[in-house]
């Protein structure tokens, strides 16, 4: 992506979610993370798609937790925005890209993107509250959001750094392009960890449910429609 294209990607997507967003254009794809509220479709006519970072008790009981973003397999389209709401904390959104030291699962030509780590507003929360929302039941704290908008077309797998051992990876697939080299639904064939997916994220990126054709041909795959979810592989 161009400097010039870069920069009117910045200023669209900024007519999107409005004033207050800081942005960071990416090799291929602009980041920002704003407090505001985001429409379904911004000003400029992109769609904004919702992701949210979730906790939950596994259905089958042989887990601690199950840590996973919702949607957890997604289709858009080029320069599509996709508002990450970090209803529990301690995630981030980081590419398996080569500048990180794991093997590229994001398009070539796209360079490295990483969110921080976040949980609720800071603003939010009271000087003089001791617990965490999470144990005081939310009070009026508000989630942390963070902006991705993917340009160029192929499929991007992404981790949170603290919990892919316990699967919480997701795949998003940029328009109608789903070949990708690193694609198999084998997780021995996968590399080794760390610079392959680590733990249960091996298995979360193999589940036949995140095919690239079944989430462009399904639009969006939620974590409980994965193989995965029902019993618990070893994650190698």
């Known amino acids: 992506m161009g400097q010039l294209s870069l920069d009117a990607t910045r200023r669209d997507l900024l007519r999107t979610v409005g004033a207050g967003a800081a942005l960071s254009g990416l090799g291929g794809t602009v980041a920002a993370q704003t ?3 985001t429409a379904q479709r911004g000003r400029t006519g992109r769609r904004v798609h919702e992701v949210r970072t979730l906790i939950s008790t596994p259905p089958t009981g042989d887990r601690p937790a199950d840590f ?3 949607p957890t397999g997604l289709r858009v389209r080029p320069g599509d925005v ?3 709401v970090f209803e529990t904390p301690d995630h981030n959104v980081v590419s398996y890209h080569p500048a990180f030291g794991m093997y590229r699962r994001v398009p070539t030509g796209v360079g490295p993107f990483t ?3 976040l949980g609720w507003r800071p603003e939010t929360i009271p000087d003089d509250q001791v617990q965490p929302p ?3 039941g939310g009070g009026q704290a508000a989630p942390d959001t963070w902006l991705l908008s993917l340009d160029v077309p192929g499929v991007y797998d992404v ?6 051992v316990y699967g919480m990876a997701m795949r998003v697939v940029v328009g109608d392009q789903t070949s990708a080299p690193f694609e198999t639904a084998d997780p021995s064939a996968l590399p080794e960890p760390r610079v392959g997916p680590a733990g249960l994220a091996r298995v979360t990126l193999t589940d036949p449910a995140l095919a690239p054709r079944t989430i462009v041909d ?3 795959v939620r974590w409980q429609d994965l193989q995965a979810v029902q019993s ?3 994650g190698g």
């Open 35 to 37: 407090g505001g509220e």
């Open 115 to 117: 969110s921080p780590l």
């Open 159 to 164: 981790l949170c750094s603290p919990h892919e």
């Open 68 to 70: 996973f973003y919702q």
């Open 82 to 84: 996709l508002r990450f």
């Open 134 to 136: 999470s144990e005081t």
């Open 232 to 234: 618990t592989p070893s």
């Open 218 to 220: 399904r639009g969006r």
